[in-house]
């Protein structure tokens, strides 16, 4: 969970010497030597900060919450993402050897600067919720054009369609980044202007400005899918579809596709022969069912959910299951607890899995959540295609 930033708390978590060399990149000096200070003794930091101009210091402290931002393991993660795509194999193996993500992220937001709008934006997408993306996967595997001209002309479109509809999108930026074989493509149009009360100087105004909605593409070739985040303006996805598909697939027409609608098939959970496929380099220790909601075939929106210890025993749910003796059923909602296997001298890392009739499944698509999809397609949970003939 998020917690509310503040310079102090920042400075604890993130080593002296790393405060120190980034307080030198920006020549504010610092009149005790750091190597003297204990890594808690943070007001040396902040009466440095103290002495800078109101403006000096808010963009520092913007910067500070930045780096603060990515200082955790999602965020570590996508930095990694964004080096390996550069080949940049000595930035990956130095991150690794650095204790602490505040230590690791100040390090990257140092050294490798170019490295981090990408990662920014990767972490902003695998935070967003699975059920605000929508996704279509007849695509076919056609090659994406991603030359300046090619997501300048998306820019445009973008721009032209919210401007004329609405009366706002005057502006446009697409911002492409590509991660793990897929298309990221970042697109910023211009929202409708606002006002804000702020502080400028000893002086509290109201501001205007003109900020930018969001509208993240992501594109898998070897798929043929493409997903689309575009919150409140689910009402222009199909002409987002169209306008990607125009400028970056170079498909002149495109069909009203449907948004993908597979269901995930989990009543074979509760079979006997039933096991989940877990593969050796994946990680994953051990799944764990530990909740089942269950909906009646005879009735009107008759449904009951269990729950037991399945940390005592990895069978009390099915137990508890067969002890009803339940009326004919499927199974309508499952909560697994996967476990990884520990990595040196590191606590295991678990992950609580929600996945709910039809197709609702609370997991991104990359780091340990795509290792658990991954390890669902295998045991034959993942979502199936509706036969449109029945």
Request: charged share 25%.
């Amino acid at each position: 969970m998020a917690t509310q930033y503040s310079n102090r708390q920042f400075f604890r978590k993130t080593p002296n010497k790393y405060l120190a060399q980034f307080f030198s990149s920006k020549e504010i000096p610092i009149e005790i030597d750091v190597n003297e200070l204990s890594e808690i003794a943070v007001d040396v930091f902040q009466d440095a900060l103290n002495t800078l101009p109101d403006n000096k210091k808010a963009e520092i402290e913007a910067e500070f919450q930045n780096v603060n931002a990515l200082a955790c393991e999602g965020g570590i993660a996508a930095l990694i993402d964004e080096a390996s795509f550069h080949n940049d194999n000595f930035f990956v193996e130095t991150i690794a050897a650095i204790d602490g993500f505040h230590a690791k992220a100040m390090w990257a937001f140092l050294e490798k600067p170019k490295y981090w709008g990408g990662a920014s934006m990767f972490l902003h997408a695998d935070n967003v919720s699975p059920s605000f993306w929508k996704k279509r996967n007849d695509l076919g595997n056609l090659p994406p054009h991603l030359e300046a001209d090619d997501t300048n002309a998306l820019a445009k479109a973008i721009s032209d369609f919210f401007y004329y509809k609405e009366g706002r999108g005057k502006n446009c930026v697409v911002e492409p980044y590509r991660r793990n074989q897929k298309e990221y493509l970042f697109a910023y149009p211009e929202d409708f202007a606002q006002s804000a009360v702020e502080w400028e100087g000893n002086t509290l105004k109201n501001k205007a400005h003109h900020p930018a909605f969001e509208i993240i593409f992501v594109y898998c070739e070897a798929e043929g899918s493409l997903d689309i985040y575009a919150p409140k303006n689910t009402k222009s996805l199909i002409d987002l579809q169209k306008m990607f598909a125009l400028h970056i697939l170079k498909v002149a027409t495109l069909e009203n596709g449907e948004i993908d609608k597979r269901v995930y098939e989990l009543t074979p959970v509760v079979e006997d022969s039933f096991e989940f496929k877990i593969e050796p380099a994946s990680g994953i220790a051990s799944v764990l069912v530990t909740r089942l909601r269950v909906n009646l075939e005879q009735g009107d929106k008759r449904r009951i959910t269990l729950e037991a210890d399945a940390y005592k025993d990895s069978n009390a749910v099915y137990k508890l299951l067969d002890e009803l003796k339940l009326p004919p059923y499927f199974v309508s909602q499952l909560t697994l607890k996967v476990t990884f296997e520990p990595v040196g001298n590191k606590r295991a890392k678990t992950r609580m899995v929600n996945i709910t009739h039809p197709n609702s499944c609370a997991l991104n698509y990359d780091g340990n959540d795509l290792k658990i999809r991954q390890m669902l397609a295998k045991s034959g949970l993942e979502p199936q295609a509706v036969d449109s003939s029945l």
